[in-house]
C-alpha cells in the first residue's frame, strides 16, 4: 500500500466536548472500572488532556490558559531514512555481483508498492535475478522504527506497511517495556480484569477484541474499520487497497469537524504531509526537531532517531503551540 | 512422621536465641511474601502503585540490582578460573550460590511484574530476532542470556552439593564432583560470556536504546552496566561472605581472599567511576540537548540530582578505601568501602528506574511521583529474606567454605 495514514486536529475548533473519547471507547470495547477517576491506570486509548499555562498555578487571574487537547497513539515512524527513495534494480545488481553485502533495513516494494520482500534482507544475486524475472525496475524500502515496535519482546506489537502501529492484545506478555518506550503516553494497561456488566455486554463491537487482565492495548486508528471498509470494496470487485478509504471513530464522531484524517502523501488529501509541515499552525507533540535550524536537525537526525508521529495539532495559540512542541518555551 | 517431628524438635533447640529469632522474622516474610503473592498473581497489578505512566517499579530495581550483583559471580569465577587467581578459591562456592540465587529470584521477580505469567513462555517461542542472531528487543536479549547463564550457573552450583561428605562417599558422585570441578573453566568462560551481554542488556541497554526518553537514551548504557556489574558485584561478593563469617563466629574464608577480592572491586570503580562521569557528562551535553530538554531540568524531580550525588559519591568511597593498602588492611575501613561499593550499585539503579519515569513527558505535567504498596514491598522483601534463608541452610548443611572444612579436618 502506498498509504501513511495521518490526522490533524484543529485545536481553534475543538470545544473539549469529549465525544470523540466516548466513540473511541465504545468502538474498542473499553472496559469500564470500579473507580475510573483514578486516571493513571484507566484504560483509554484517546485522552482529552488538559492542557495549562498555569502548571505550579502562580498565574494570575486572566493570564491563566486552558486547551483540550485529544491525544492518542501518534502512529511514530521513527526518522526512517531513506525510505521512500527508489534505487535502480541495475544498481543494487551491480552492488550485489561486485561482492557488496546490499542490506535493505526496511520492507522493500517496486514501484508499484507491490511488497516484495520483509524487513531487514541481505539482497543475494538469485534474488535480484529473480526480482529481473518479475519484470521489477526500481525498489524502495520502508523503515519505520517507532519508539514502541523494537523493544517488545515477543513481537506483540509492529508496524503496518501503511505506517499504523499494530498491538495484539492476546500476545502481549504486559511487561510494559513498550508503555516505558513510549513518550506520549498512548500505551494503556489492563492493571485490573476488565468488566462488562449487564447490558454493556450487548454494546460490545465484534470487529474489536476484548483484552485480559494484564495486557497492554492501543489506538491502532481503527484499522478494523479498515478492514470493513476493504470488505465492502471487495465484494464489489474493487482489488486495490490504495482505493479504501475510512474515518476512525473519533473522527466521525467529533461534531465541530475538529479532527481530519486521511492519506499524508496524498497532494489532495486534507492531511497531506508536506502541507501541514509549512502550515505555521501547524505542530508535532513534544517535536521542536521541526522547528529547529536545518543544519542543526540534519546533524541530530544522523545521530539519533526522532519519533516522527503522524499526527498534527493546529492552533492560531502561540503560548499553546509552544507548550505542545516542547519544553523550551514553556 | 514423628521422628520427623523429633528431628526437627530437636534442630530448632539445638539454635541459639538469636538464630531463633532470625529465623522467625525471615520466616514472618516469607509468609508475607506467599500471601501478596497470590494476591498479585490472581488478582492483577492493580494493587501496585505502578501506572501507566510509571509503568515500572520497586520490583525492576530488584532485578536490576540483584542481576547487577549477582555479576559478581561470573567475574570472580572469570578471576579464579580464567585468570588462575587462587587465592579467590575459598570465596568461590559462596559467590556461586549467591549468584545462583540473584539469578532465581530476578525470574521470581520478573514473574510478578509482568502482567500475564502464563504467557512468560512466549518469550522463548515468539522472540524478536533481528537479522542471525541479533535480538532486536533488548528484554529478549535478556530472556535468552539469563536463561543460559541460569543453566551455566546451576552447573556450576552442583559440585558444592557433590562436596558433601555423605555424597562424596559414593564413587560416581565423588567422580562427577571432580570432572565437573575440572570443566569450570569452560563454565567460566561461557558464564563470562554470556554475563557480558545481559549485564549490558538488562542493566543498561534496556534503558539506554528508549530514543523517545530523554531521560535514558544514551549509547554508552550499555558498556556503562557491565562496568558496574564487574565493580559492585565483586564488592557484593565479599561483603557477604564477610557479614555470613561475622555472624556465624567462624573463619570461613581467610582474610587474604577478602582483601584480594576488595581490591579488585576498589580496582573496578576507578572505571566505573570515570565511565559514570563521562557519560553523565554527554548525556548533559549531547544527548538531552538533543532532545531539546536540558538535563539540570531532568534532575528536578523526587529522584533527581540528591540521588545522583550520592550515587557518585558511593562509587567514589571504594576507590580509597579498597584500592590505598593502609585503609584495606584495616577491616572497619575494608567493611566500609564494601558497603558503598554496593550502595553505589543500588543508588545507581535507583536513580536510572526513578528518575527516568519520573521525568514529566508533557510541559505542562509536574514530575511523578511513585510510592509502592504494601504489595510490592512484601513481596520484595519476602525474596530477599528467602535469599537469605536459603543460603543460612547451604551454610549449614553443604560445604559452602572449603576453607573451613579443610581447618576442621586439620583439628578433628
Ligand atoms: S507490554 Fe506487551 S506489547 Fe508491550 S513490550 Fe511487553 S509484551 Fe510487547
Ligand atoms: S511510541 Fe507511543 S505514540 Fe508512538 S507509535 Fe508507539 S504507542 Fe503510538
Not at chain 1, 487497497?241 to 481530519?260: F, G, H, M, R
Request: charged share 20%.
Amino acid at each position: 500500500m502506498n498509504k501513511k495514514w495521518g490526522m490533524a486536529i484543529d485545536l481553534d475548533k475543538c470545544t473539549g466536548c469529549g465525544a470523540c473519547q466516548v466513540a473511541c471507547m465504545q468502538e474498542n470495547n473499553m472496559p469500564i472500572f470500579k473507580d475510573d477517576s483514578d486516571l493513571p491506570k484507566r484504560v483509554t486509548f484517546l485522552d482529552l488532556m488538559k492542557v495549562t499555562n498555569d502548571k505550579d498555578a502562580k498565574k494570575k487571574y486572566g493570564e491563566v490558559q486552558v486547551a483540550f487537547v485529544p491525544k492518542m497513539c501518534q502512529q511514530c515512524e521513527g526518522n526512517n531514512l531513506g525510505a521512500h527513495q527508489p534505487i535502480p534494480l541495475e544498481t543494487v545488481k551491480k552492488r550485489v555481483l561486485g561482492g557488496e553485502k546490499v542490506f535493505f533495513p526496511g520492507i522493500t516494494y517496486d514501484e508499484q508498492d507491490n511488497m516484495l520482500y520483509k524487513p531487514e534482507v541481505v539482497y543475494t544475486k538469485d534474488m535480484v535475478e529473480d526480482l529481473e524475472k518479475k519484470g521489477v525496475k526500481s525498489v524502495y524500502f520502508d523503515n519505520s522504527q517507532p519508539p514502541c515496535v523494537s523493544v517488545c519482546p515477543v513481537v506483540a506489537t509492529d508496524v503496518g506497511d501503511d505506517g499504523v502501529v499494530s498491538q495484539v492484545w492476546s500476545r502481549c506478555i504486559g511487561c510494559r517495556y513498550c508503555q516505558t518506550a513510549c513518550p506520549y503516553e498512548a500505551r494503556a494497561f489492563n492493571w485490573w480484569n476488565p468488566r462488562y456488566e449487564g447490558d454493556f455486554k450487548k454494546s460490545l463491537n465484534p470487529d474489536v477484541s476484548l483484552s485480559s487482565r494484564g495486557a497492554v492495548v492501543k489506538c491502532t486508528f481503527c484499522s478494523h474499520i479498515w478492514k470493513r471498509e476493504r470488505d465492502k470494496l471487495l465484494a464489489k470487485g474493487e482489488k486495490d487497497l490504495n482505493k479504501v478509504k475510512y474515518n476512525p471513530a473519533c473522527v466521525s464522531a467529533c461534531p465541530t469537524n475538529a479532527i481530519i484524517f486521511g492519506d499524508l502523501n496524498d497532494p489532495e488529501s486534507p492531511v497531506y504531509a508536506k502541507k501541514l509541515n509549512n502550515d505555521e499552525r501547524a505542530v508535532r507533540l513534544v517535536h521542536s526537531i521541526d522547528k529547529a535550524d536545518p543544519k542543526v536537525r540534519e546533524k541530530w537526525i544522523a545521530k539519533k532517531n526522532y519519533p516522527n508521529p503522524k499526527v498534527y495539532y493546529l492552533s492560531s495559540q502561540k503560548w499553546l503551540r509552544d507548550i505542545l512542541v516542547g519544553f523550551k518555551n514553556s | 512422621m514423628k521422628s520427623a517431628i523429633e528431628f526437627c524438635k530437636n534442630e530448632w533447640n539445638s539454635y541459639t536465641r538469636k538464630t531463633k529469632i532470625a529465623l522467625c522474622v525471615l520466616l514472618g516474610l516469607v509468609a508475607l511474601f506467599a500471601i501478596f503473592a497470590i494476591q498479585i498473581l490472581f488478582w492483577g497489578l492493580g494493587y501496585t502503585d505502578m501506572n501507566n505512566v510509571f509503568a515500572m517499579g520497586i520490583w525492576i530495581i530488584g532485578d536490576l540490582g540483584l542481576v547487577a550483583l549477582g555479576g559478581g559471580a561470573f567475574f570472580s569465577g572469570f578471576l579464579l578460573y580464567i585468570f588462575r587467581k587462587d587465592d579467590l578459591e575459598p570465596l568461590i562456592n559462596s559467590t556461586v550460590l549467591i549468584g545462583f540465587m540473584c539469578y532465581l529470584f530476578t525470574f521470581i521477580l520478573l514473574v510478578f511484574d509482568i502482567g500475564q505469567p502464563l504467557r512468560a513462555w512466549f518469550g522463548y517461542t515468539y522472540p524478536n530476532w533481528g537479522l542471525h542472531l541479533m535480538p532486536k528487543s533488548m528484554l529478549t536479549e535478556v530472556v535468552w542470556c539469563l536463561t543460559l547463564y541460569f543453566c551455566v550457573l546451576c552447573v556450576e552450583l552442583i559440585p558444592i552439593p557433590l562436596k558433601h561428605k555423605v555424597v562424596d562417599k559414593i564413587p560416581f558422585f565423588h567422580y562427577l564432583g571432580h570432572y565437573l570441578h575440572r570443566l569450570m573453566w569452560i563454565m567460566a568462560a561461557v558464564g563470562t560470556f554470556l554475563s557480558f551481554f545481559h549485564q549490558g542488556s538488562l542493566g543498561g541497554g534496556m534503558w539506554g536504546v528508549l530514543y523517545g526518553k530523554p531521560g535514558w537514551f544514551h549509547p554508552h548504557f550499555f558498556f556503562l552496566a557491565i562496568v558496574l556489574a564487574t565493580a559492585g558485584g565483586t564488592s557484593f561478593m565479599t561483603l557477604w561472605p564477610y557479614v555470613a563469617s561475622k555472624i556465624m563466629k567462624k573463619e570461613i574464608v581467610p582474610m587474604s581472599s577478602f582483601q584480594a577480592l576488595a581490591k579488585v572491586s576498589g580496582f573496578m570503580f576507578i572505571f566505573y567511576l570515570s565511565y559514570r562521569i563521562f557519560v553523565v557528562y554527554t548525556l548533559s551535553t549531547v544527548y538531552v540537548p538533543m532532545a531539546d530538554r536540558s538535563f539540570i531540568d531532568l534532575l528536578g524531580g523526587y529522584y533527581g540530582l540528591w540521588m545522583l550525588s550520592l550515587e557518585l559519591i558511593f562509587s567514589a568511597i571504594p576507590i580509597v578505601l579498597l584500592l590505598v593498602p593502609k585503609f584495606r588492611e584495616q577491616e572497619k575501613f575494608m567493611v566500609a568501602g564494601l558497603i558503598s561499593g554496593v550502595l553505589a550499585v543500588l543508588f545507581h539503579k535507583l536513580f536510572v528506574v526513578l528518575n527516568g519515569f519520573s521525568i514529566p513527558n508533557f510541559a505542562w505535567r509536574p514530575f511523578m511521583g511513585y510510592n509502592p504498596t504494601i504489595q510490592e514491598w512484601f513481596v520484595m522483601a519476602g525474596a530477599l529474606a528467602c535469599m537469605a534463608l536459603i543460603y543460612m541452610w547451604f551454610a549449614k548443611y553443604m560445604p559452602l567454605f572449603p576453607h573451613l572444612h579443610k581447618h576442621e579436618h586439620h583439628e578433628a
